[in-house]
C-alpha cells in the first residue's frame, strides 16, 4: 500500500467514525434525522451551508473550468456571495414559518403554504429528479479522484462502491447529524489543503500570482477575464443571477436552514458565508496554475487539472493528503443529497399513499430508502451515459422553478393559487427540459434577436415561462373562485 | 435602521451590473486581472455590509428567535 492509499483510507475511515458518532446520546426520531431537532448553532449550520459550495464540483470542476475557460469561472465566486446577501433577508422567514408548523423537507414547505400535498409530490418529483444526477456526480468525483490520487492502485468502480456504503452507513444511523459531524472534517482539511495549492503552484511555477496569471495572459489574451462572445459579460450576469435565486432551492441546503437553533444563527453565518468565497479563488488559482504546466487536457479531462498537477510536483503522501479532501468533499455533500433525497421519498411521496403513517413508521421508510436511492446512483455511476450528463446540465435549472412560488409564498397576501403556483412549475421545468434537450440556446430560439440577448442564459427563458404561466392561471383561478361568490379562503 | 438594509443591493450591482464596465485585464491588483480583483474586493464588500447591517438590525436583539 503506497503512501498515497494511507492518507485516503484514513479519510474514508474518519467519515465513518465521524459520522457514526454523531448519533451520540441523541433519540434519533424524524425531526433529529431530518433536521437534527432544529437546534445547530452558527457553525454548524455554516458547515452544511457550505458544504454546498466545497463539493467535488469545486474541487475538481472549479479548477477545471479556470483551466479550460479562464474568466467565465469566476460566477461561481459571485452566486454564492449574492446567495448569501439573500439569505439575510430570505432564510429567516422560512426557519420561522418551518419551526412553527414542523416542517421537515423542501417539499411540505409547498405543502403547507398552498395547502396542497399533490404539489408537495410534485416539488418533491423535481427535487428528486435534480438530487440523483447531483449524486451522481459526486461518486463520479470521488472514483476519478481515488484512482488518480491512489496512483491507479484502486480503480474508480470499487472506490465508488465503498465510498456509498460508507455514506449509506452513517446517514442511515445518523441522519444530517453524521453529514454535520463530518463536514467538521472535510471544511478543515479543505482549508488546508486548498490554500496552501492555490499558493504553492503559482510561487513554485512562475514565481508568484501576479506572475501567473501574466503568463497565461501572454499565452492566451484575454483568458482571464470574459470573452467578446459566447460566455461573455451577457451570458456571465444571467448565470449568475439564476444560479443565486436556484441556490437554496436544493432541497438539501434547502433542509439545512431547518437544522438552525434560531434565526439570529442564519443571520450571523450571512455575515461569514461570503468570506468562505474567497477559498475558492485559491482552487482558481490551482486551475490557472495548471494551464501551462500539464496543457493538453481536453473535454472531460479538464477536471483531472488539480491532480494531474499535484501527482506531477509532490511526494504520493501529499497526494494521499490531497485525495482524501477531496473524498470528504464527495462523501459530505452525497451523505446531505442521501439525507434529503430518503425525506423526501419517505415523507412526501410515501406518506401521502398512507397518510396515517406515524413519524416514526415514516423514519423507518426513510432509512430503508437510503440504501437504495445509493443503488440507483451508483448504477448511474457506473452505466450511465449521456442521459445522466444531460439531466445534471437541467438540475439546476429545474430546482430554480421552484423560486418563484416560494418567494410569492411569503408574502402576507399571497396570490398565487395552489393550481398556479404548479402550473409554473410544471411549464419551467418542460421548458427547462425541450431546452436542454434539443441544445436549444436564445440565438437558435429567437435568430432575430440582438447578439447580446441571444448570450443570455437560456435559463432566463424558463423562468420568464414559469412566472407568466403561473400570473396567468393564478388570474384565471382567481376568477373562477369569485364568480361562485364569496366562498372558501385559499 | 431599516434602510440600512438597502445596502444589500450594492453587491447585487457590483457582480451583475458592474463586469459591464470593469471586464478588462488590467491594471492588476495584488496579482490578479482587474475583474478577478473586483469581484474579490466586492466579496470583501459584501461581509462587512452584512456585518453593519447584522449590528444595527433590531431583528437580532431578539435572541429566542
Given amino acids: 500500500m503506497n503512501g498515497a492509499l494511507i492518507g485516503i483510507a484514513g479519510a474514508v475511515i474518519l467519515a465513518l ?131 488518480i490520487a491512489g496512483y491507479g492502485a484502486i480503480a474508480s468502480t470499487p472506490a465508488v462502491w465503498v465510498g456509498a456504503a460508507v455514506a449509506t452507513a452513517y446517514v442511515m444511523v445518523s441522519g444530517v447529524r453524521g453529514s454535520a459531524w463530518t463536514a467538521v472534517a472535510k471544511d478543515a482539511m479543505i482549508l488546508v489543503v486548498v490554500v496552501f495549492l492555490g499558493t504553492y503552484f503559482p510561487l513554485h511555477y512562475y514565481g508568484g500570482i501576479g506572475a501567473m496569471f501574466a503568463a497565461v495572459e501572454a499565452a492566451t489574451p484575454g483568458f482571464t477575464v470574459l470573452p467578446a462572445h459566447g460566455e461573455s459579460v451577457w451570458w456571465f450576469s444571467s448565470t449568475v443571477l439564476l444560479t443565486t435565486l436556484g441556490f437554496y432551492m436544493w432541497p438539501h441546503t434547502f433542509a439545512s436552514i431547518y437544522t438552525a437553533r434560531n434565526t439570529s444563527v442564519i443571520r450571523k453565518n450571512a455575515v461569514f458565508l461570503p468570506l ?61 443529497i442521501l439525507t434529503a433525497a430518503a425525506t423526501l421519498l419517505a415523507n412526501n411521496l410515501y406518506r401521502v399513499v398512507d397518510p396515517s403513517a406515524a413519524d416514526a413508521r415514516v423514519l423507518r421508510v426513510a432509512k430503508v430508502l437510503v440504501p437504495l436511492v445509493a443503488l440507483v446512483a451508483v448504477y448511474f455511476t457506473l452505466k450511465g451515459g449521456q442521459t445522466i450528463v444531460a439531466l445534471l446540465l437541467m438540475g439546476y435549472s429545474f430546482v430554480t422553478q421552484l423560486f418563484p412560488a416560494l418567494v410569492l409564498s411569503l408574502a402576507r397576501n399571497n396570490r398565487i393559487t395552489r393550481a398556479a403556483a404548479a402550473a409554473g412549475i410544471v411549464a419551467g421545468v418542460a421548458t427547462v427540459a425541450a431546452v436542454s434537450l434539443t441544445h436549444s440556446t436564445i440565438g437558435t430560439l429567437f435568430a432575430a434577436l440582438p447578439v447580446e440577448i441571444k448570450e443570455l442564459n437560456v435559463g432566463i427563458v424558463a423562468l420568464a415561462v414559469n412566472v407568466v404561466v403561473m400570473m396567468a392561471v393564478s388570474a384565471g383561478t382567481n376568477v373562477a373562485v369569485k364568480s361562485r361568490g364569496p366562498v372558501r379562503a385559499i | 435602521m431599516r434602510s440600512v438594509r438597502a445596502l444589500a443591493l450594492l453587491p447585487y450591482l457590483a457582480m451583475l451590473i458592474g463586469p459591464f464596465f470593469v471586464n478588462r485585464v488590467t491594471p492588476y491588483f495584488f496579482g490578479m486581472p482587474f475583474l478577478l480583483a473586483w469581484f474579490v474586493a466586492w466579496i470583501l464588500l459584501a461581509a462587512a455590509i452584512m456585518a453593519v447591517i447584522f449590528r444595527l438590525d433590531p431583528a437580532d436583539r431578539d435572541e429566542s428567535e
Fill in chain 1, 276 to 336: 468562505y468565497q474567497l477559498i475558492l479563488l485559491f482552487v482558481f488559482f490551482g486551475g490557472f496554475a495548471a494551464i501551462l504546466q500539464v496543457p493538453g487536457l481536453k473535454g472531460a479531462d479538464v477536471d483531472l487539472a488539480l491532480f494531474k498537477l499535484s501527482v506531477k510536483t509532490f511526494d504520493p503522501w501529499v497526494v494521499g493528503v490531497i485525495g482524501a479532501t477531496g473524498v470528504l468533499t464527495a462523501l459530505v455533500p452525497g451523505s446531505m
Fill in chain 1, 17 to 147: 467514525g465521524l459520522g457514526f458518532l454523531a448519533r451520540r446520546g441523541r433519540q434519533m426520531g424524524l425531526e433529529q434525522w431530518t433536521v437534527a431537532g432544529r437546534s445547530f448553532g452558527a457553525p454548524l449550520v455554516f458547515l452544511l451551508m457550505a458544504g454546498e459550495i466545497y463539493t467535488t464540483f469545486t474541487f475538481l470542476g472549479g479548477s477545471g473550468f479556470a483551466y479550460g475557460r479562464g474568466g467565465p469561472t469566476y460566477y461561481i465566486l459571485c452566486y454564492g456571495t449574492l446567495a448569501y446577501v439573500m439569505s439575510y433577508f430570505l432564510l429567516p422567514p422560512i426557519w420561522r414559518y418551518a419551526r412553527d408548523n414542523g416542517l421537515y423537507s423542501q417539499s411540505d414547505f409547498f405543502v403547507r403554504k398552498y395547502n396542497s400535498p399533490a404539489l408537495g409530490v410534485l416539488v418533491s418529483l423535481v427535487g428528486i429528479v435534480a438530487l440523483i444526477p447531483y449524486l451522481v456526480l459526486q461518486f463520479k468525483g470521488l472514483g476519478i479522484i481515488v484512482e
